[in-house]
């Protein structure tokens, strides 16, 4: 814990040796940060801000390894605060109050600014972020949160308010590769001490394997240099093959209950929606390789079926509940060949939401407008003896029955008020039902219906 007879704290220059490479190439400058163009490039807002040192409080939002907590340290150097970090998991109010406290002597006596950098600041409670309120209006600390989850959802509104909001990127390939050669180049701090002779393909395959998040790529780097003995002419020989074992699995960003995993199902459907084979099964190969639930997958194919093909295609309900049936019965890893049948042939179905839409509008009328009864010829046996006994005309009571009747189809009401919520599309089988179900409704309005009590 510092005192206000030590030096604040300081983001050190020198690089400690027995840190990571990853912590040791940590960016100094906003020049020195990967990727982020669209809030980092000159010109754009966050970096005017940073720049004229004219911000209050800021949440960054994005994957891990996007540099979410190098910019806030970079933010500190640039504009020359002290700089305080804490962990949403591992910190309490206490520890919140004391940061709050030295910042507020650093103020009074010595006008020093401070930035209280807190990460994973979902993971703070209500009123562990409530504690922040009062502080950063009176201008105490400047606030800056990090968060992998949505902030609009997982952090308190009040909070939100108070803060601008910035989501950082999953850092492009040619930036990470550049990383990787600034890493391989930098004696002070990085790998430019040891012989190192690296193919351009293995940087390639380090940087696109590590899906954006450069604390891997740099770990990876890290890794392979340190283990690859030496040839004989005294140089370590970076390979493709020597980088394909250094990171064999690429880490697919994907939360099982976060704004990847509510994304990717999002593309998904939509995908399928837009009767576009190639981008469903990319984004089904993406939620399986990341271990995502596939019944979760095969009920969101049961629902499209019903809500994008609908009556264009009935068998298309039947395919999806077969997959997911399929799934059941034979697990994973064989489970993903249903759905991806499944899902081509639902991408590739004629679609029509009409029976969707038209419940949405009888529910809207149900919800909104006058409770209908049922027509007295439409209710029971029982129901109709009792309305006879109370006087009602039995002519209205009579009930045709359409097997009675050529083609299975007698003209009559079954709705009061004759509304029409089903207007059925022209896409695949549901040409043929707009044919027979015009014809039925000309049929009614030529004829009428039954009288009603």
Known sequence: MSDLFSNPPALADKPVPAEPLAARMRPRSLDEVAGQAHILAPGKLLRRAIESDRFTSLIFHGPPGTGKTTLASVIARTTGSRFEALNGVESNVAEIRAKIDQARAWRDLRGETTILFIDEIHRFNKAQQDVLLPHIERGVVRFIGATTQNPYFYVNSPLVSRSQIFQLEPVPVADVVMVLERALADVERGLGALPIAVEPA????????????????????????????????????????????????????????????????????????????????????????????????????????????????????????????????????????????????????????????????????????????????????????????????????????????????????????????????????????????????????????????
Do not use: C
């Not at 399929?326 to 029509?352: D, N, Q």
């Open 202 to 453: 293995a940087l390639l395959h380090l940087a696109g394997k590590s899906d954006g998040d450069v604390r891997k790529a740099l770990s990876a780097l890290e890794l392979a240099a340190l283990t690859t003995h030496a040839a004989a002419d005294g140089v370590i020989h970076l390979t493709l093959a020597v980088a394909e074992e250094s990171i064999q699995r690429k880490a697919v960003v994907y939360d099982a209950d976060g704004d990847a995993h509510h994304d990717t199902i999002s593309a998904f459907i939509k995908s399928i929606r837009g009767s576009d084979p190639d981008a469903a099964l990319y984004w089904l190969a993406k939620m399986l390789y990341a271990g995502e639930d596939p019944r979760f997958i095969s009920r969101r194919l049961v629902i499209a079926a019903s809500e994008d093909i609908g009556l264009a295609d009935s068998n298309a309900l039947r395919v999806a509940l077969d997959a997911h049936h399929a799934l059941e019965f034979v697990g994973m890893p064989e489970g993903r060949i249903p759905l991806a049948h499944a899902t081509v042939y639902l991408a590739t179905a004629p679609k029509s939401n009409t029976a969707y839409v038209a419940l949405g509008l009888a529910l809207a009328d149900v919800e909104t407008g006058r409770t209908l009864a049922v027509p007295t010829h439409l209710r029971t046996p029982t129901r109709k003896q009792l309305a006879a006994a109370s006087g009602q005309p039995t002519a209205s009571m009579e009930y045709l029955y359409p097997h009675d009747f050529a083609g299975a189809h007698v003209p009559q009401a079954y709705l009061p008020e004759g509304r029409i919520y089903y207007q059925p599309g022209d896409q695949g089988m549901e040409k043929r039902i707009k044919e027979r179900l015009e014809f039925w409704r000309s049929a009614l309005s030529r004829e009428g219906p039954p009288p009603e009590s």
